[in-house]
């Protein structure tokens, strides 16, 4: 769920993003990158931030760290 926009909102758990390719899966033309869950409201603007957060190349990208950071309390 998701279709927030802070913390203090109530989540909706009938949207949200579901990814279909991965970072440096093969796709052939016409394959779905993601589903998008949303109702009416910001179901365009869901649409076009997902289809900007990829890239389409004819070469993989180089493996990424699976942990981007470790944050602890007090630090």
Do not use: C, F, Q
């Amino acid at each position: 769920g998701a279709g927030r926009t802070r913390k203090d909102e109530e989540v909706d758990p009938a949207v949200g993003v579901l990814l279909a390719a991965k970072v440096g899966t093969r796709v052939e033309a016409g394959e779905p990158l993601a589903y998008v869950l949303a109702r009416d409201k910001g179901l365009e603007e869901a649409m076009r931030l997902v289809a900007n957060a990829y890239t389409i190349a004819s070469v993989a990208p180089s493996p990424r760290p699976m942990v981007h950071a470790v944050i602890y309390e007090g630090r």
